[in-house]
């Protein structure tokens, strides 16, 4: 327990005690204790850590996925990165020799939770005479208006989408969003090596 300090002779006191046991004088009311101090400043240093947590890390981490940086470089020139651009349904993006467009969008049954589903179906095609695609599930990614991320389970029943050379196919992405998400939009990163040493390129298309 801590002591209480008498402003007069400065005699140590039990903190439950009102007047000095050596000179009788009225000790201070509060007692100020190292382990509160300790544990405020913990709290907030943890609070600053979530926040840089939230506000830079990951948005420098998507960043990062979308250009092909690395976390520094990301980092450097983020308020300066190029605009990503933006394409409606039925408008094709096209990178190199792949080619994504989004076809046809449609809300599904709600779901507990107050949440619904959404299918995206995107058409592929690979422009190249030599080259096969491997397109996951994960450089899909939908958004709402509120910044918040979600991310389908698959391409149809796969993980992965496997576009042939000169080959045209269709595909579903399924996904989870809250009733009231609105101005969605889909996030998609292009591979590297749709165009060689260019780095990853990033289209959003708007639904």
């Known amino acids: 327990m801590a002591a209480k300090i008498c402003p007069k002779c400065r ?4 903190a439950i005690y009102t007047h000095c046991i050596r000179c009788g ?25 979530i926040l840089a947590i939230v506000y830079v890390v990951v948005p420098t981490l998507h960043l990062s996925v979308a250009t ?11 308020a300066s990165a190029t605009p ?12 190199g020799d792949l080619q994504v467009t989004v076809t046809q969008v449609r809300p599904g049954d709600n779901t507990i939770n107050s949440g619904r589903f959404c299918t995206v179906t995107v058409s592929v095609q690979n422009f190249a005479a030599g080259t096969s695609y491997h397109i996951p599930a994960g450089d899909f990614v939908m958004a709402d208006a509120d910044g918040t ?11 992965a989408y496997d576009a042939g050379p000169e080959s045209t196919g269709m595909a579903d992405l399924v996904y989870i969003v809250p009733q ?27 639904l």
């Open 180 to 206: 009231a998400a609105r101005d969605l939009q889909l996030h998609y990163t292009f591979p590297t090596y749709s165009v060689p040493g260019a780095g990853r390129h990033e289209v959003v298309f708007s």
């Open 11 to 14: 005699a140590r006191n039990p």
């Open 149 to 159: 991320y979600y991310y389908s389970t698959g391409i149809g029943s796969k993980v």
């Open 68 to 78: 092909g940086q690395n976390m520094s470089e990301a980092i450097k020139t983020g």
């Open 84 to 95: 990503v651009p933006v394409y409606a349904v039925n408008e094709p993006a096209r990178v």
């Open 25 to 49: 004088s009225p000790l201070p009311e509060e007692v100020q204790t190292y382990t509160a101090i300790k544990y405020v400043a913990a709290a907030t240093v943890i609070m600053l850590v």
